[in-house]
């Protein structure tokens, strides 16, 4: 008990200590925080679509015909044919042959590692990628090569180096704190080369890049063996999923534990989620929304003398400085709008970030609003 005390005073004494911050309304652009009504510019429901009236009578409706809960793991009694049909959805969307869904993107991402991966692999990881993939690196029984961030070189030349007989290249396509894709055309290019599986994880690709918002493959006009994503961002819902082809699919079903020893979503979510897919194939327009509103805001803070070329929503600001970055971020509050200081050990230490990111529906005046603050507060 001591021993953690003492873990905790540190942690506040580097300024790293976090608190959970209770939203009273809806994530719209406007929500409430603490009962303070902010402008909403942390949220990863980059399409706007979790409060949509289609998607929530959706999951009523779901709720209605198979009731709250799902009543068993996938392989028991929890599978339902709305699980079936969203998978399907989701393979055509991202047009795989097969997809499975798992409970969250963390789950799929140690889920499919831990059970690729086991003694004879070789696990080739971007240094940036999220922590899902990074524990499911350390669930594996495989040996783990971290390559220098999005430096193909790098990567090269330790598969040259080590000439692995088994192996995988993962890596986040849109990394969730830097916001820069990954060059997944080239490290395709080199898993097959190299008889090397390649994945990635699309979690913040889904609904956001490519014309349509289909993720990296359509982005790059390639598709590695296998897209792990997520639900929970701009689909507006929760849930991971894989794709890839039948065979690595129903292995995953076999062995894959995070996937074989947890409840099954609740049909809720599984029906909003279908509608989720519906809105962003109908609605072209919000992908293209989304991506007017990137454009404008690095423009606006390259005006103020932020460097920042990104093409997803996701606007890092680099403060450095924990203290620094919590003070900003705590004065932006006060103003009305929330952007989260992201510190250690989301990023490194010492490179504290604001992390600004954007919806389909904020519209100019807004991000006018925040270019302003930011250059009135840093
Ligand atoms: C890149 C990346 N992968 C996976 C996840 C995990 O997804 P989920 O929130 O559905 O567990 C996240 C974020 O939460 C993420 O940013």
Redesign the pocket.
Known sequence: MDKIKAKLQQIKENNLYRQIKYLNKPQDKYTTINNKKVLLMSSNNYLGICNNEEVKKSAIESINKYGLGSGGSRLTTGSYDLHKKLEEKIAKFKGYEDAIIFN????A?IGVISAICDEDYYIFSDELN?A?IIDGCRLSKGKTIVYKHNDIKDLTNKINEINPKHGIIVT?SVF?MDGDICKLDEIVKIAKKHNLISIV?D??ATGVIGKTGRGSSEYFNIKPDITIG?L?KAIGS???FVCANSDIIDYLINKSRSFIFSTALSPAVIGASIKSFEIIENNPYLVKKLKENVEYLCKGLKNIGFDINRETPIIPILIGDEKKAIKISESLLEEGIHIPAIRYPTVKKGEAILRVTLMATHDFCDIDLVINSIKKLI
């Not at 969250?104 to 789950?107: A, D, K, L, P, R």
């Open positions: 969250t993107g963390y789950m991402n999220h899902s986040d969730s994880d979690a913040h997520t929970s929760e849930g991971g």
